[in-house]
Nanobody, 123 residues
Framework: EVQLQASGGGLVQAGGSLRLSCVIS????????IGWFRQVPGRAREAVSC????????SYTDDVKGRFTISSDNAHNTLYLQMNSLKPEDTAVYYC????????????????WGQGTQVTVSS
């Protein structure tokens, strides 16, 4: 059974940092792209970042470039998202997800999803 368990969200002031974690079980990273998405109520889900399952190429949406860093620990099947210089507009529920291919690109990314973790950035 595939499971993606995200954690690390919380309330932080603007300019602060958070690190999200996603523990993944049920498949090996090497054959999958893994990534982070976020959603605000009433708005479409948007891609944040993804990484090749081999730990190689990464992609970021323009809004987070230079502030967020995605990484993976293949030995522990854990995906991370280090979020620095947080802004109120980063407030959302963040989801980790995986696609049944190693290449990192945002669409489609529909194969496996975890539950979300709430990130709230106060001004």
């Amino acid at each position: 059974e595939v499971q993606l368990q995200a954690s690390g969200g919380g309330l932080v002031q603007a300019g602060g940092s958070l690190r999200l974690s996603c523990v993944i079980s049920g498949f090996t990273f090497e054959n999958h792209a893994i990534g982070w998405f976020r959603q605000v109520p009433g708005r479409a889900r948007e891609a944040v970042s993804c990484i090749s399952g081999s730990g190689g190429p990464t992609s970021y949406t323009d809004d987070v470039k230079g502030r967020f860093t995605i990484s993976s620990d293949n030995a522990h099947n854990t995906l991370y998202l280090q979020m620095n210089s947080l802004k109120p507009e980063d407030t959302a529920v963040y989801y980790c997800a995986a696609a049944k291919r190693p290449a990192c690109y945002f669409s489609p990314f529909d194969d496996y999803w975890g539950q979300g973790t709430q990130v709230t950035v106060s001004s």
